[in-house]
């Protein structure tokens, strides 16, 4: 099992969605947690760092955490095409590692 | 404020080849990670740097190896290439462990 499982979609929504993107995981040690996108052949950009249980707004970005259940999402509001995108989750506890998903493409339709 | 840099953006090697890629931080960044990304395995780490010193290793063959120069700047190299070392290889660097992580663009390796 990894321990960090994210469904890889791909998810397909319409223009102005509310696009909600999930992981789980398993290490109890986590205790920071980010979320980033992705273009294609490009690098991973950092859209959202949270550390513990808790939401985080960012825009149209928020993030939460559920440390009781394991569970982190990210919400985009008023989705757009440029939006399409990879999102990965990542998580790490106290040293420097991060431990990915597997990532979800996301597709904003028009 | 400048990014991470990674040089160079794109390598042929053919098998049994070495490599060397490079990476400079965002400035007053001391740590220094690399990541392997591969469509089967996604995003997996190699191991990282801060001051100079190896902190993390991940679960990578010795032929995979790093270091870290005194300005920050780090360089991984890849001994023996085999086909199966085709990836994107990216680095991030951070102020230190559990902060806020950025990413270079990558290197794509490609080996024949």
């Known amino acids: 099992q990894k321990e960090v499982e994210q469904d890889p979609g791909p998810l397909s929504v319409p223009e102005g969605a509310i696009v909600s993107l999930n992981c789980t995981y398993s290490n109890s040690a986590f205790q920071y947690f980010m979320w980033y996108r992705q273009y294609s052949r490009k690098g991973p950009e950092l859209l959202m760092y949270?550390?513990?249980?808790g939401n985080k707004e960012d825009g149209r970005f928020t993030a939460q955490v559920d440390k009781s259940s394991k569970y982190i999402s990210l919400f985009i509001r008023d989705s757009q095409p440029s939006d399409s995108a990879t999102y990965l989750c990542?998580?790490?506890?106290?040293?420097?590692?991060?431990?990915f998903g597997t990532g979800t493409r996301l597709q904003v339709t028009l | 404020k400048a990014g991470v840099t990674q040089t160079p953006r794109y390598l042929i090697k053919t098998r049994g080849q070495q490599v060397t890629l490079s990476c400079s931080p965002i400035s007053g960044h001391r740590s220094v990670s690399w990541y392997q990304q591969t469509p089967g395995q996604g995003l997996q780490f190699l191991f990282e740097?801060?001051?100079?010193?190896?902190?993390n290793k991940g679960n990578f063959p010795g032929r995979f190896s790093g270091r870290q120069f005194s300005n920050s700047r780090s360089e991984m190299n890849v001994s023996t290439l085999e086909l199966g070392d085709s990836a994107l290889y990216l680095c991030?660097?951070?102020?230190?462990?559990?902060?806020?992580?950025?990413f270079g663009q990558g290197t794509r390796l490609t080996v024949v």
């Open positions: 740097y801060f001051s100079e010193t190896q902190r």
């Open positions: 991030a660097s951070s102020l230190g462990q559990g902060l806020e992580a950025f």
């Open positions: 949270t550390y513990s249980s």
């Open positions: 990542a998580s790490t506890g106290t040293a420097s590692k991060l431990t």
